[in-house]
C-alpha cells in the first residue's frame, strides 16, 4: 500500500537521523561529558584571604623605647618651660613699669643681665633720636719730648668690633657707653659732682680709658688724658621733609693727671714696684 510505503519511508528517514546520534536534532543538547562541569573554570573564584602588610616602625619620639620616650618628653617639657620664662622674663624687662616688675624687679634684673639686655622699650615714648660718641686725647712724654695725641674715637672702635660678629662682646656693646652715660648722670653740665657717685664714676671712666689706651704704643709715658662726647641727631629718612641738623655737638671734659690707681693691674703694679725701688735706693 502506499500509505505503508509513505510510512516506511519515513520510518527509515527516522532511523537515519537516530544512526547520525541525534546531531542534527539536539545540536545544543548535553553533548559535554560530565566530568566538565566539575572544572575549576566552572566554579566562581574563591576571594583570597588579605595578605598581612609588615609593621611599619615607628618615627620620632614614638619610635624610640620607653625609657628614651620617658627622657625625651622631660628634655621638650624643660625647654618649653625654659622659652616661656625667657619670653615673659624678657617681656617683663621691656614693658612699662607695673605692679610685677615692681614686685619682682630683682629677679627680672638677675636673668636678664647681662647676656639678655635689651635696648629698648616696649611703647617707649621717647626712643633714642641721638648718636654719641666718646673721643679721648693724651699727654705723651717720651725721649722726645711732650706731645698730645689726636682725638681718638673710641665709640667708633668699639662698633667696629661688634659689626659683622656673630657672638659681640658685651665689653664692646656696653662698658663704655653705660661708664659714660654714669659719669654724665652723676655730674652737671659743669661736670661737677651732683651726688655721692660723682667721684665714683669719674674713676671708672679714667679706668676704662686707660685700658684703652694700654693697648696702643705711644713711645713714652701717658701722663694726662682728656674726654669729650660728641652728640649728633639721627637724620631722618630719605623720604621725611624734617630738617634736623646732624652738626655734633661737644661737650668737653678737662684734663685729668693719670695716677697708678687709673691704670690696668699690671701696669698699676710695675709703677709700685719701681716707685718702691726707687725709695730703696733712697
Not at 59 to 79: E, K, T
Not at 173 to 200: A, C, I, K, M, T
Not at 224 to 232: D, K, P
Request: aromatic share 8%.
Amino acid at each position: 500500500m502506499v500509505i505503508d510505503g509513505d510510512r516506511g519511508g519515513m520510518d527509515s528517514d527516522h532511523d537515519r537521523s537516530s544512526a547520525g546520534g541525534g546531531k542534527d536534532a539536539w545540536p545544543q543538547a548535553l553533548n559535554r561529558p560530565a566530568e566538565a562541569q566539575d572544572t575549576p573554570a566552572a566554579i566562581p573564584p574563591t576571594p583570597s584571604a588579605p595578605v598581612a602588610e609588615p609593621l611599619a616602625t615607628g618615627r620620632g619620639i614614638a619610635g624610640l623605647s620607653f625609657p628614651y620616650q620617658v627622657v625625651a618628653a622631660l628634655a621638650l617639657s624643660l625647654i618649653g618651660l625654659l622659652a616661656c620664662t625667657q619670653v615673659a622674663m624678657v617681656f617683663l624687662h621691656v614693658a612699662p613699669s607695673n605692679t610685677l616688675s615692681k614686685q619682682h624687679g630683682k629677679t627680672i634684673d638677675r636673668w636678664i643681665y647681662p647676656e639678655f639686655e635689651q635696648n629698648w622699650k616696649l611703647f617707649a615714648p621717647n626712643p633714642l633720636q641721638q648718636n654719641v660718641a666718646v673721643h679721648v686725647r693724651a699727654d705723651v712724654v717720651g725721649a722726645d719730648g711732650r706731645r698730645t695725641t689726636r682725638w681718638m674715637n673710641l665709640t667708633y672702635e668699639d662698633g667696629e668690633a661688634i659689626r659683622g660678629s656673630f657672638f659681640p662682646s658685651h665689653v664692646d656693646q656696653n662698658e663704655l657707653r653705660r661708664g659714660w652715660d654714669f659719669y654724665v648722670n652723676s655730674h652737671d653740665s659743669e661736670n661737677r659732682p651732683n651726688g655721692l657717685r660723682g667721684d665714683l664714676s669719674e674713676r671708672y671712666v679714667r679706668r676704662i680709658t686707660m685700658l684703652r689706651l694700654s693697648e696702643r704704643d705711644y713711645g713714652g709715658t701717658i701722663e694726662r688724658i682728656q674726654l669729650r662726647s660728641a652728640t649728633s641727631s639721627i637724620a631722618p629718612p630719605p623720604w621725611s621733609n624734617e630738617k634736623i641738623s646732624t652738626r655734633p655737638v661737644y661737650r668737653v671734659l678737662p684734663w685729668w693727671t693719670v695716677t697708678p690707681d687709673d691704670l690696668p693691674e699690671r701696669d698699676a703694679d710695675q709703677d709700685r714696684d719701681e716707685a718702691h725701688g726707687v725709695e730703696e735706693n733712697q
